[in-house]
């Protein structure tokens, strides 16, 4: 009997062994997704900047700003889940984008920017609304796109 430590490497089990995980890794590499990202959810309570390095963000659950300040940097796509809502309480969005690099606020489903998420099927509604109560936002070149479920 030969154990796999017995085994030299040019045995076919060998070869088997080191070949198949080398094919897996091959075919996972060719699966689109964006090349980094950000997943939020749930609290800010500090001050938070949203980097382009950190685009896109993936708005997983709903999302509350209270009583701190979110800056989005020009250029970042923030891509929202089926029926979640911004939340934003005593707090500040600062979103001051360019017409050369607009923010996005569109749906997990929407591979037309940030790159492929969910099923590459937006629709209008997939995720509900941004809500404001005693806050303030200065919004320039910020895009909405398949919002409005309630």
Same mark, same amino acid.
């Given at each position: 009997?030969?154990? @796999?430590?017995?085994?030299?490497?040019? +045995? +076919?089990?060998? $070869?088997?062994?080191?070949?198949?995980? #080398?094919? $897996?890794?091959?075919? &996972?590499?060719?699966?689109?997704?964006?090349? /980094?990202?950000?997943?939020?959810?749930?609290? @800010?309570?500090?001050? *938070?900047? #949203?980097? &382009?390095?950190?685009?896109p963000v993936l708005v997983t659950s709903n999302l509350t700003v209270n009583g701190a300040r979110l800056d989005i940097a020009p250029g970042v796509i923030v891509k929202i889940s089926p029926n979640?809502? &911004?939340? $934003?309480?005593?707090?500040?969005?600062?979103?001051?984008?360019?017409?050369?690099?607009? @923010?996005? $606020? *569109?749906? @997990?489903?929407?591979? /037309?920017? !940030? !790159?492929?998420? !969910?099923?590459?099927?937006?629709?209008?509604?997939? #995720?509900?609304t941004v809500f404001f109560d005693n806050s303030s936002a200065t919004l320039a070149n910020v895009?909405?796109?398949?919002?409005?479920?309630?």
């Amino acid at each position: 009997m030969t154990s @796999i430590d017995d085994q030299s490497p040019s +045995s +076919s089990s060998h $070869f088997r062994s080191r070949a198949v995980p #080398w094919v $897996f890794g091959f075919f &996972l590499a060719l699966v689109p997704r964006p090349a /980094s990202a950000l997943t939020v959810g749930g609290d @800010i309570a500090t001050d *938070t900047t #949203w980097a &382009l390095s950190d685009s896109p963000v993936l708005v997983t659950s709903n999302l509350t700003v209270n009583g701190a300040r979110l800056d989005i940097a020009p250029g970042v796509i923030v891509k929202i889940s089926p029926n979640v809502n &911004l939340f $934003f309480s005593n707090a500040v969005l600062n979103a001051p984008a360019t017409a050369a690099q607009p @923010i996005h $606020f *569109t749906s @997990i489903n929407d591979h /037309s920017v !940030g !790159g492929a998420t !969910g099923s590459g099927s937006p629709v209008p509604g997939d #995720w509900a609304t941004v809500f404001f109560d005693n806050s303030s936002a200065t919004l320039a070149n910020v895009h909405f796109r398949y919002g409005g479920n309630q």
